[in-house]
Structures are given as C-alpha cells and as structure tokens.
C-alpha cells in the first residue's frame, strides 16, 4: 500500500494488513482524538454490574479510622484511565464492586476491565490490580 503519509503496514504472511505503525510525533498530534475511539472499541463485553457496593462503602467510611484522609482518587494501570474521585465523576470510570470495613475497596475499569484493589492499612495503602487476559 504505497501513499504519501508515513505510515507502515504490517501484514501477515498472506500479505492481508494486520496493524498500522505511525510515527511518534504522528501519534502525539492524532491521540487525543484517537483515545475516545479506542476506548469504546476496546470496551469490554461483559455487562458492568448491576449496582455498586455503595452502602458497603458508607459503612466503610463511618468505621475510618487510619491515620490519612480518605483520598477518592482511582486509577487504572492497565489503561492508564484516572480519576480524582469515582464518586462524583460524570464518566463513572470505575465501578466500586466491593468494599468492606477491614479497609478493603476493589474497583472495575469500566474502559479496560481490569480489577483494582485499594487495601487502606492503619498507615499506608497498597494497590494491586489484575489485568483481563488478552
């Protein structure tokens, strides 16, 4: 496929076009139009839950006791999707799946599937998360 734009395709071994490599400066300029695509392309299939864990989060934060704030900020990973708090975002980015008094909060990504868990200790919090498999 011969144009003008700088692009290079990657075909398979029946010469059929499999991927589209661009340049960097390229993508720099196209990504944030670009994003918003591939989020919905890449949405997952699965249906997102039917409603949040949010009278278990209440009950979480009438229990709060550590020594920082509760800081409402969620990110993800995988993704790279964010927020500053979950609860008030219009995007809804993340789904609160599951919550607990012991200082446990998970999460569901709603641009990439992936599972993200907030353990609140006494001092610190830990993340971890687990990726859907490709």
């Known amino acids: 496929m011969s144009?003008?734009?700088?692009?290079?395709?990657?075909t398979d071994a029946e010469d059929?076009?499999?991927?589209?490599?661009?340049?960097?400066d390229l993508w720099q300029k196209i990504e944030p139009l670009?994003?918003?695509?591939?989020?919905?392309?890449?949405?997952?299939?699965?249906a997102e839950p039917v409603k949040e864990a949010i009278?278990?989060?209440?009950?979480?934060?009438?229990?709060w006791d550590f020594r920082y704030p509760y800081n409402p900020a969620v990110s993800c990973p995988h993704c790279g999707a964010s927020t500053q708090d979950w609860r008030e975002d219009p995007e809804h980015p993340f789904w609160l799946t599951n919550a607990n008094v012991g200082g446990l909060l998970v999460f569901h990504c709603r641009a990439c599937g992936?599972?993200?868990?907030?353990?609140?200790?006494?001092?610190?919090?830990a993340l971890e998360h687990t990726s859907p498999k490709a």
Do not use: G, M, N
Request: no cysteine; hydrophobic share 50%; glycine share 0%.
């Open 3 to 10: 144009d003008s734009l700088p692009l290079l395709y990657l």
């Open 16 to 24: 059929r076009v499999q991927a589209v490599q661009i340049p960097w």
């Open 34 to 46: 670009a994003r918003p695509v591939l989020r919905a392309v890449s949405a997952p299939a699965a």
């Open 55 to 63: 009278s278990a989060f209440e009950e979480f934060l009438q229990f």
């Open 114 to 125: 992936t599972t993200i868990r907030q353990k609140h200790f006494r001092d610190h919090v």
